[in-house]
């Protein structure tokens, strides 16, 4: 472990806000209502009175959104062996392999156990899973529901059996509730979360929840750049709570760009619709501007090819030609075969003008899903005691660099269920009184365009020093531009892209090599020598964000 790196970076130990003007106990909170927040929230109620905190509706997350499916070795032809390869072969050296390990090994039953739940996945005649292929799987082994729905169908299931729950005393659901802060009591233990609920019910303004343990599923944070696949909601609020709490993050730098997400044009920002990799899997290819296939000599799975690997494709084919988009040619499988199996994304493309059953489809590589977090580990916890977190905003270590296609549901999952398993053993710990600690200014609302741009243009699918050096320049303007804006929603949120933002910018300034997410023009190269290991940011008691390299056991 090389000695750690001061970053210069400062992140605030709060966020300045109200003082709290109600309270709610619970014993375990649950920040987020995705897959990973649904499970854990379902699974705990025995553990005690169980308070589900969600940043809109329950189903405004990004599980709704999700279109290709989830990841198992649910074929009696494949193994979790086979999965565990396929996903280390993605992760590109950099995988936590015990956390793979119960990924793959749990995966297949609580993929049948939401199934028990009353998730309805397409099936084949005789009963089985219908199984696809995404990207880096070297079998069909992606389970889907309603064509391109699987993510709506999932959340639809779990959002009925916390319906059936909801009279149950033991468990409250908060909806349009944006958490500002974790809250902390004197040994550092987490012990809450102050909630501004937006205008619903009688709980309206801030509040303190109060609770044992918090289990964050807060999401990603693709908000920060100016085009994603995200949903608003992902302006990386869990990632940037913890960082101001002093717990551990880890793989920042490590940013999914999806290589198939539709081009709108130069000016379009925020939420871009989503091509699902699932395309490509039934046969679907990428074409440059002359209409050639340009992934088939690249890689041998060629447009079945790792994330990073057609998103970089996409990228040198794009300024090789001087354009901004490339092609996706799916003309060949059929009006029948395109409307049954994509429904939704058919719907979308139409919506703006574009019928993939006779159109070549402009896209271009977005970003998509972010593989650092907050690092936990195999039983969801952090390096705060009384703090677990499963789902994006979590990092585990199971993707590495990339995340394999379609194991981030089958995380959440996995996880959600894991951490209630650990506090099952474990029990959960005494309640702690939070204690104050100093908040900052907030960030403006109006910054948060700069921000995005800035991230984009820096920090986006390729990476430079000189870059880098730039969106950290523009980030720290946007964070001290206007330090008397009033404490609301949008600048809460603000404020939590702006840090996030930072601390991704700072790890990727430290890694000098490229390596699946991270691609730096500057060092074009992969180095294990020197960066086979992850890097592991923590805030300091006087606010700086330090980095500490820790490599990876070899195996």
Known sequence: MRSPTPTGVAIPAALAAPAPGWTIDADVIVVGSGIAGLTAALAARHLGRVLLVTKTHLDAGATAWAQGGIAAALHPDDSPAEHLHDTLTAGVGLCDHEAVRVLVTEGPRRVRELVALGTEFERTESGAFAL?????????????????????????????????????????????????????????????????????????????????????????????????????????DGVAAALRAGAEVADLEFVQFHPTVLWLGGGASGQQPLISEAVRGEGAVLLDQKGRRFMAGRHPLA???????????????????????????????????????????LASCRAHGIDPVTDLVPVAPAQHYASGGVRVDVWGRSSLPGLLACGEVSATGVHGANRLASNSLLEGLVWGYRIVDYLTVEGLPAPGEPVTRAASPVVPPTAREGIQRAMTAGAGVTRDADGLAATRAALEAAGSSEP????????????NLEQVGMALTAAATLREETRGGHWRTDYPSRDDDHWRGRLIGVRDPDGELWLTYRPLEER
């Not at 990073?308 to 003309?331: E, F, N, P, W």
């Not at 008397?484 to 404020?495: I, K, L, V």
């Open 132 to 236: 696809t292929r995404e990207g880096g799987h070297h079998r069909d082994r992606i389970a889907h529901a309603g064509g391109d729905a699987t993510g709506r169908e999932i959340s639809r299931a779990l959002i009925a059996q916390l319906s059936e729950v909801q009279s149950d005393p033991r468990i409250e659901v908060i909806e349009h509730a944006l958490v500002v802060d974790l809250l902390t009591d004197a040994a550092g233990q987490v012990c809450g979360v102050s909630v501004h609920v937006i205008g619903e019910g009688t709980l309206d303004g801030v509040g303190a929840a109060l609770g044992r343990v918090v289990v964050l599923a807060t999401g990603g944070l693709g908000q920060v750049y100016r085009a994603t696949t995200n949903p608003p909601v992902a302006t990386g």
């Open 303 to 345: 447009e079945l090819a790792p994330r990073d690997k057609v998103a970089s494709a996409a990228v040198q084919v794009m300024r090789d030609s001087g354009t901004d988009h490339i092609y996706l040619d799916a003309r060949h499988l059929g009006a029948d075969f395109l409307e049954q199996r994509f429904p939704s994304i």
């Open 484 to 495: 008397t804006a009033d404490p609301s929603t949008e600048a809460w949120e603000t404020s």
